[in-house]
């Protein structure tokens, strides 16, 4: 345990503090405090979650196509998860696994040779105008997943950087729209200018040095889509990374690259994502989608929340002809993930995060 040295107060007037083992003057706390961690967010979404309980025992097989490769198998793990906890409800249904490629996953759904598309991404829109040329009618999308904070591969949320020194604390996806995407209408329609952000003094007329992934990166589609109202014109000026195969095989990735070069440049804003933060020379900003706020970190409580506004998700797609119901071992699976027990197992693997609970319950309801 540590302790604070040279205190000459009683012994009587100090605390333990369990959890942090160190010593503190009781005198220099509030009369009141008490000591509370703050809950779980993953586990108190668990805990709002209905259980898994079957409408009916099914049977069948169920053909699943999407995220993985034959050497990142990256939803392999918790597929199994999900079949193994199924099976315990539903011993009758048998699973076939294609899981090569979000790529794949939703030509094998609309030519019929697969039954749930699991995505390791947002679906694109010309996926959709694919799949409704061939059959007439969209897709329909059930969200099983929340993107992660900062774990590669696994959907991580996107966040805007500025240099350390840099004052600004937050903004909104106007405003990354108007600094990142070119508009016509010159100043009045594009930031260009700390002072344009609000920033003061010798900040005011200096320009903003733009970092980001090549635009056909799926980020910066995501962003595109997410943030410049479906706007492929980024600023010419931004400095443009992709990743890096070094000599001894490892991997430069595009992502720390652009951090890197922005904590060299006081005058930055990058995109980029917290797992490549090291030490404090750059900052992420807090991002909201109104003028006044609020606004929110990236953080596991605030992506399952879907409050911070460039959070991912994970999808599953179905062919489910309209007017017609789903087929039953299909129904049955995805009412599964989406139950406590289902997003139990998203928990324990560790990568994703789990469903908001609201969400969650609107997302089993379009299985009905």
């Not at 668990?46 to 898994?52: D, K, N, Q, T, V």
């Not at 079949?83 to 696994?97: H, I, L, M, S």
């Not at 900052?283 to 409050?307: N, V």
């Not at 609201?358 to 299985?367: D, I």
Request: net charge negative; aromatic share 10%; glycine share 8%.
């Amino acid at each position: 345990m540590r302790t604070i040295e040279n205190l000459t107060v009683p012994a009587s007037r100090f605390r333990t503090l369990l959890g942090c083992g160190i010593l503190l003057c009781a005198a220099s706390l509030p009369a009141q405090t008490t000591s509370t961690v703050p809950p779980n967010p993953e586990q108190a979404a668990l805990a709002r979650l209905p259980h898994y309980v079957p409408l009916e025992q099914v049977t069948g097989r169920i053909r699943l196509w999407g995220h993985g490769a034959p050497v990142l198998d990256f939803m392999g793990e918790l597929v199994k998860s999900w079949e193994e906890g199924f099976a315990k409800f539903q011993p009758n249904v048998k699973f076939e696994y294609d899981m090569y490629g979000t790529a794949s996953a939703m030509g094998a759904l609309y030519t019929g040779a697969g039954d749930i598309a699991i995505l390791g991404q947002e679906i694109y829109p010309f996926e959709i105008a694919t799949f409704t040329k061939v059959k007439h009618y969209p897709p329909t999308e059930i969200e099983i997943a929340t993107g992660s904070v900062d774990v590669r591969n696994f959907d991580f949320s996107i966040g805007v950087f500025v240099n350390q020194a840099n004052p600004l604390a937050n903004l909104t996806l106007d405003q990354l729209d108007r600094v990142f995407a070119f508009h016509e209408g010159g100043a009045t329609q594009n930031i260009q200018t700390w002072g344009q952000l609000g920033l003061t003094g010798d900040w005011a007329d200096k320009p903003i040095h733009l970092y980001g992934w090549h635009y056909e990166d799926v980020f910066s589609t995501f962003v595109e889509r997410t943030a410049m109202h479906g706007s492929h014109e980024w600023r010419c000026s931004m400095k443009r990374y992709d990743n890096i195969v070094q000599k001894d095989g490892s991997i430069y990735d595009s992502g720390q690259q652009i951090l890197d070069a922005l904590a060299k440049d006081p005058y930055g804003m990058a995109l980029s994502n917290l797992r490549y933060l090291k030490g404090n020379a750059v900052k992420p900003l807090d991002l909201g989608r109104q003028p006044g706020g609020p606004f929110y970190p990236s953080t596991k409580a605030t992506l399952i929340d879907r409050q911070y506004p460039l959070g991912r998700i994970i999808p599953a797609e179905i062919d489910r002809e309209p007017g017609k119901p789903i087929d039953p071992a299909v129904r049955e699976f995805l009412r599964y993930i989406l139950s406590r027990e289902g997003q139990a197992e998203i928990v324990h693997n560790g990568k994703y995060l789990p469903m908001q609970p609201e969400l969650a319950e609107s997302e089993m309801e379009k299985l009905n």
